[in-house]
């Protein structure tokens, strides 16, 4: 099931507001389950610029290289460091 607060793009991307001004992103559970292993992740800077529906990084796996979609408009505040050290 997924979680209500949660809204999804058609690109297995979702965003969860956490204040007026402030979302956290990620990918479906479905996306996950779809790449298998993921061995590297390409995601923007703090302070990048992101355009609703462009591309803003890359995720490999080890079946395929898929591009990440920004869902909506705005400034990289914080990106998860864990993330480039372990995808």
């Known amino acids: 099931m997924n ?14 507001s956490e204040s007026d001004s402030v979302v956290v992103m990620g990918i479906t559970e479905f996306a996950q389950d779809s790449l298998g292993d993921v061995v590297f992740v390409e995601i923007p800077d703090e302070g990048a610029e992101l355009i609703q529906g462009e591309k803003m990084g890359e995720i490999e796996s080890v079946k395929a290289v898929s591009d990440l979609y920004s869902p909506v ?15």
């Open 73 to 87: 408009s705005g400034k990289v505040i914080k990106r998860n460091e864990s993330l480039i050290d372990n995808p």
């Open 3 to 16: 979680p209500p607060d949660l809204k999804y793009s058609k690109e297995h991307e979702w965003v969860r």
